[in-house]
Structure formats: structure tokens, C-alpha cells
DNA sequence: AATCGTCGTTCTT
DNA sequence: AAGAACGACGATT
């Protein structure tokens, strides 16, 4: 489904149980199923409060209201880092270390990357807000441009 | 700057 | 099924 914003058009992918997947504008789907050209229908309500939730996670803020996510396809780990990732609040950072330690795996900071890195959901499953202990930015999946400018709006540089 | 410890995931046997 | 390789890390030297 896209999602147009004043930063582009994102392309948002639901199943039966949630929203499942966010793509940056101009990025390459890995789901077949977005080559939707006509609007499916829209029984939830979830591509609207998507919509909004997007418009709001874009300008800085902290979305009030996120539709369902479907996480059914990952592992348990990446889920409980995922879920500690909504619990930052806009504006603030994380550091990997911490997040690990928040999923219940200390010392698995590197592997918390990895975690952020699969994320299907960024932005509004901040993994922006995850920041390398030593000041740098760590990476991120649609370019470090995309997590300066998100981090940026949310006056959380570190 | 180079190295090593660490650990979940993914890729190879 | 088991083992090796690979990072969006972190701490040490």
C-alpha cells in the first residue's frame, strides 16, 4: 500500500494480522505483494492510523497510535529488541549495549544491531534512535543519511 | 588503528 | 543437525 508523506511515498505491507513491513521511498520491495496499483480494501482502518502514525514519527513526534504489527515471521530475540525500541521515547537514544541488555542478552550488542537491521518496521519501530557507544551512528538500513535527518527532527543529535 | 571478546542469525556442509 | 562465517558493537591495547 503506499503511503505518500512530504518525504516521499512509503510503501506499507499488511497481512491479516498486522502491518508487517515499511519501505523508504524509492526502495526496492522484497515483498512481491506491493505491486499493488489499485488500493486494497481497508477493513481495519490500519493504512489510515499508518498514515498518521508516519506523518508524525517524520516530523519529530512520537506517533500516539500504531496499527497492529505483525511480527509472526522472526525469531524471539529480534521481537523482544524490537519491542524495547518502542519503548524509547522520541527524542531520546539508545546505545546498542543498552538495548541488549533491555532484550534480556547483555552482552549481545552486536548482535542487537543485527536485530535493528532486520527490522522490517523503521521509523516507526525506532531504530534510528540507536546510536554506537563510542558518539557514532551505528548504520542504518535506508542509508545514515535517513537516520541524521530522523534523529535531526527529533532534536536528538548525540 | 588494530585486535579480541561476544552472540544471535544465516549460510554451509 | 552441526559448525563456520558474519556483522548497524564494545572494550582494550
Request: charged share 10%; proline share 15%.
Given at each position: 500500500v503506499a503511503i505518500p508523506t512530504a518525504d516521499g511515498t512509503f510503501?506499507?505491507?499488511?497481512?491479516?494480522?498486522?502491518?508487517?513491513?515499511?519501505?523508504?521511498?524509492?526502495?526496492?520491495?522484497?515483498?512481491?505483494?506491493?505491486?499493488?496499483?489499485?488500493?486494497?480494501?481497508?477493513?481495519?482502518?490500519?493504512?489510515?492510523i499508518t498514515r498518521?502514525?508516519?506523518?508524525?514519527?517524520?516530523?519529530?513526534?512520537?506517533?500516539?497510535?500504531?496499527?497492529?504489527l505483525d511480527w509472526s515471521r522472526t525469531t524471539s530475540f529480534r521481537r523482544r529488541v524490537w519491542q524495547a525500541?518502542?519503548?524509547?521515547?522520541?527524542?531520546?537514544?539508545?546505545t546498542y549495549a543498552a538495548v541488549a541488555a533491555e532484550a534480556g542478552r547483555p552482552r549481545a550488542a552486536r548482535a542487537a544491531g543485527g536485530?535493528?537491521?532486520?527490522n522490517p518496521i523503521p521509523v516507526l519501530v525506532p531504530c534510528h534512535r540507536v546510536v554506537a557507544a563510542g558518539g557514532?551512528?551505528?548504520?542504518?538500513?535506508?542509508?545514515?543519511?535517513?537516520?541524521?535527518?530522523?534523529?535531526q527532527r527529533e532534536k536528538a543529535c548525540p
Open positions: 510503501m506499507a505491507h499488511f497481512t491479516p494480522r498486522g502491518l508487517a513491513g515499511l519501505e523508504f521511498p524509492g526502495q526496492a520491495s522484497p515483498h512481491p505483494a506491493a505491486a499493488w496499483h489499485t488500493p486494497p480494501p481497508d477493513p481495519h482502518g490500519w493504512v489510515s498518521t502514525a508516519l506523518a508524525r514519527a517524520l516530523a519529530g513526534q512520537s506517533p500516539d497510535r500504531l496499527p497492529p525500541l518502542l519503548q524509547i521515547p522520541a527524542g531520546q537514544t539508545r536485530a535493528c537491521g532486520a557514532g551512528l551505528g548504520g542504518f538500513s535506508a542509508g545514515p543519511a535517513w537516520k541524521a535527518v530522523l534523529l
